[in-house]
């Protein structure tokens, strides 16, 4: 947290030093663009093949085909949601740090999640999103976020001294792959990582930096449409601080289920093909 009064005194050009222009750490001018147009009709003539429901302050998994389309939506009030994306074998997993570097702080149609090192290639890709029109308000908050981790049981006892809850989103990630996988818990908690928050609304406040949250403006109807890339594993957390406009890690939260909806399409994307590898060789200079 940054000192409200600096214990420095401003050098004779910092007003010189603060009016440099700022540079783009990662140009995407180069990255291969998705077609949404062709995504888009594949999605048009999907079928439904599974549904999964995740209950309040909950998680569960799902499982979804490369070519497969995956809807995650609000059913019966606001509620934000924490997701993981494995790669079908485990070998691979959201990377959501780069993913922010390279499409910023929040997510939306066109965006795509990338995969850990050493593969680094697009697992999913953003084909609609209802909360589109929401931008960044006037505090700099926006919705869907690669800032946040995760709330964590470790975080609260460290906050609360030492109080045990077992409903954050990091133990229902946790909880939600034993249970689908048979994972021991200390194996499965090694797989659990960085989050999307997906409906979630967040920013940083402008005179301390810190990482804010508020009232999410996700209602029953609102969606994500999500393409798999590559074959994947899924794990979705409804918040157990509902719509996060007060606080998380809550029993007292207003909180409400979120749902899973797996798409077929009749025919891939006219062009598609599942990404490969990153064409780093890999040595290291060695």
Request: net charge negative; aromatic share 10%; glycine share 8%.
């Amino acid at each position: 947290m940054k000192l409200a009064t600096p214990e420095h005194a401003a050098p004779q050009d910092a007003a010189a030093r603060k009016s440099i222009a700022p540079v783009i750490c990662y140009p995407v001018e180069t990255l291969p663009k998705p077609d949404l147009a062709a995504y888009r009709a594949a999605r048009a003539g999907a079928t439904k093949s599974d549904e999964v429901i995740v209950p309040p302050r909950d998680g569960r998994c799902f499982h979804v085909k490369a070519g497969q389309f995956f809807r995650i939506s609000s059913v019966e009030g606001p509620q934000v949601g924490d997701l993981n994306l494995w790669s079908a074998d485990f070998s691979e997993r959201f990377y959501s740090g780069k993913t922010r570097a390279l499409h910023g702080t929040h997510l939306s149609t066109g965006d795509r999640f990338w995969s850990s090192f050493p593969t680094l290639r697009p697992m999913a890709t953003i084909v609609d999103d209802s909360l589109d029109w929401y931008g960044i308000d006037a505090d700099g908050g926006s919705v869907h976020d690669v800032i946040g981790t995760r709330c964590d049981p470790y975080t609260h006892a460290l906050l609360s001294d030492g109080a045990q809850y077992h409903h954050c989103c990091h133990s229902n990630l946790t909880r939600a792959l034993v249970q689908e996988t048979g994972m021991a818990l200390t194996e499965a908690e090694r797989h659990v990582h960085d989050v999307f928050n997906i409906f979630m609304c967040t920013g940083f406040t402008r005179d301390t930096g810190q990482y804010f949250m508020k009232a999410s403006p996700v209602r029953p109807g609102d969606y994500m449409d999500i393409f798999a890339e590559i074959d994947l594993v899924g794990a979705l957390s409804a918040c157990p601080g509902g719509d996060c406009s007060a606080e998380h890690s809550s029993d007292t939260a207003a909180c409400y289920p979120l749902k899973v909806e797996i798409f077929t399409p009749e025919a891939p994307p006219s062009g598609w093909v599942s990404p490969a590898r990153n064409r780093y060789c890999g040595t290291h200079g060695l």
